[in-house]
Nanobody, 123 residues
Framework: QGQLVESGGGLVQAGGSLRLSCTAS????????MGWFRQAPGKEREFVAAISRLGVSTYYNDAVKGRFTISRDNAKNTVYLQLNSLRPEDTARYYC????????????????WGQGTQVTVSS
Protein backbone atom coordinates (compact mmCIF):
# COMPACT_ATOMS: atom_id res chain seq x y z
CA GLN A 1 0.00 0.00 0.00
CA GLY A 2 2.89 2.38 0.58
CA GLN A 3 3.38 5.06 3.15
CA LEU A 4 2.46 8.72 3.60
CA VAL A 5 4.62 10.90 5.83
CA GLU A 6 3.67 14.44 6.78
CA SER A 7 6.04 17.16 7.95
CA GLY A 8 6.16 20.91 8.42
CA GLY A 9 3.86 21.42 11.37
CA GLY A 10 4.75 23.55 14.35
CA LEU A 11 3.85 26.43 16.63
CA VAL A 12 3.11 29.76 14.97
CA GLN A 13 1.51 33.04 15.98
CA ALA A 14 -1.81 34.12 14.56
CA GLY A 15 -1.30 35.65 11.14
CA GLY A 16 1.73 33.49 10.46
CA SER A 17 2.36 30.85 7.82
CA LEU A 18 3.44 27.24 7.56
CA ARG A 19 3.95 24.84 4.70
CA LEU A 20 3.02 21.23 5.25
CA SER A 21 4.44 18.46 3.10
CA CYS A 22 3.31 14.89 2.60
CA THR A 23 5.65 12.51 0.82
CA ALA A 24 4.47 9.17 -0.51
CA SER A 25 6.49 6.03 -0.99
CA UNK A 26 5.69 2.64 -2.41
CA UNK A 27 3.04 3.82 -4.84
CA UNK A 28 2.73 5.50 -8.23
CA UNK A 29 1.95 8.92 -6.85
CA UNK A 30 0.32 10.35 -9.95
CA UNK A 31 -2.35 7.62 -9.79
CA UNK A 32 -3.73 9.11 -6.59
CA UNK A 33 -5.84 12.09 -5.75
CA MET A 34 -4.67 13.61 -2.48
CA GLY A 35 -6.46 15.28 0.36
CA TRP A 36 -5.64 17.14 3.55
CA PHE A 37 -7.83 16.77 6.62
CA ARG A 38 -7.50 18.08 10.15
CA GLN A 39 -8.73 17.08 13.55
CA ALA A 40 -8.79 19.24 16.66
CA PRO A 41 -9.16 17.75 20.15
CA GLY A 42 -12.74 16.76 20.83
CA LYS A 43 -13.81 17.39 17.25
CA GLU A 44 -14.42 15.23 14.22
CA ARG A 45 -11.91 15.05 11.41
CA GLU A 46 -12.77 17.64 8.79
CA PHE A 47 -11.89 18.17 5.15
CA VAL A 48 -9.39 20.92 4.43
CA ALA A 49 -8.36 20.62 0.77
CA ALA A 50 -7.96 18.13 -2.05
CA ILE A 51 -6.19 17.99 -5.38
CA SER A 52 -6.64 15.85 -8.47
CA ARG A 53 -4.04 13.39 -9.71
CA LEU A 54 -2.33 15.81 -12.07
CA GLY A 55 -2.98 18.90 -9.98
CA VAL A 56 -5.47 20.41 -12.41
CA SER A 57 -8.35 20.63 -9.97
CA THR A 58 -8.34 21.76 -6.34
CA TYR A 59 -11.05 21.90 -3.70
CA TYR A 60 -11.21 23.69 -0.37
CA ASN A 61 -13.22 23.90 2.80
CA ASP A 62 -14.85 27.33 2.85
CA ALA A 63 -13.18 28.01 6.19
CA VAL A 64 -9.72 27.96 4.58
CA LYS A 65 -10.44 29.18 1.07
CA GLY A 66 -8.22 32.13 0.20
CA ARG A 67 -5.80 31.35 3.03
CA PHE A 68 -4.62 27.80 2.29
CA THR A 69 -3.26 26.45 -0.98
CA ILE A 70 -2.86 22.80 -1.94
CA SER A 71 -0.35 21.80 -4.61
CA ARG A 72 1.61 18.75 -5.66
CA ASP A 73 4.87 17.78 -7.31
CA ASN A 74 4.47 14.34 -8.84
CA ALA A 75 8.17 14.14 -9.65
CA LYS A 76 8.87 14.40 -5.92
CA ASN A 77 5.91 12.24 -4.82
CA THR A 78 4.87 15.11 -2.58
CA VAL A 79 1.73 17.10 -1.88
CA TYR A 80 1.90 20.44 -0.11
CA LEU A 81 -0.46 22.57 1.92
CA GLN A 82 0.53 26.21 2.27
CA LEU A 83 -1.14 27.74 5.30
CA ASN A 84 -1.28 31.54 5.40
CA SER A 85 -3.05 34.00 7.70
CA LEU A 86 -3.31 31.32 10.34
CA ARG A 87 -5.90 31.64 13.08
CA PRO A 88 -6.14 29.95 16.50
CA GLU A 89 -9.10 27.94 15.18
CA ASP A 90 -6.77 26.34 12.63
CA THR A 91 -5.04 24.53 15.49
CA ALA A 92 -5.32 20.79 14.80
CA ARG A 93 -3.47 17.73 13.71
CA TYR A 94 -3.26 17.76 9.92
CA TYR A 95 -3.36 14.53 7.94
CA CYS A 96 -2.78 13.78 4.29
CA UNK A 97 -4.68 11.01 2.58
CA UNK A 98 -4.70 9.27 -0.79
CA UNK A 99 -7.34 7.68 -2.95
CA UNK A 100 -7.51 6.50 -6.54
CA UNK A 101 -9.49 8.28 -9.22
CA UNK A 102 -11.01 11.58 -8.14
CA UNK A 103 -10.58 13.83 -5.09
CA UNK A 104 -13.24 13.71 -2.41
CA UNK A 105 -14.29 15.80 0.58
CA UNK A 106 -15.26 12.65 2.50
CA UNK A 107 -12.61 11.11 4.72
CA UNK A 108 -14.22 7.69 4.35
CA UNK A 109 -13.38 7.76 0.62
CA UNK A 110 -9.65 7.72 1.31
CA UNK A 111 -7.86 4.44 1.89
CA UNK A 112 -4.37 5.56 2.86
CA TRP A 113 -3.46 7.99 5.61
CA GLY A 114 -0.38 9.50 7.15
CA GLN A 115 0.26 9.86 10.86
CA GLY A 116 -0.34 13.58 10.86
CA THR A 117 1.57 16.70 11.80
CA GLN A 118 0.53 19.10 14.55
CA VAL A 119 -0.22 22.73 13.81
CA THR A 120 -0.69 25.04 16.78
CA VAL A 121 -1.61 28.68 16.31
CA SER A 122 -1.25 30.99 19.29
CA SER A 123 -3.31 34.15 19.67
Amino acid sequence: QGQLVESGGGLVQAGGSLRLSCTASGRTFSNYAMGWFRQAPGKEREFVAAISRLGVSTYYNDAVKGRFTISRDNAKNTVYLQLNSLRPEDTARYYCAARTIAPSRESSDYNAWGQGTQVTVSS
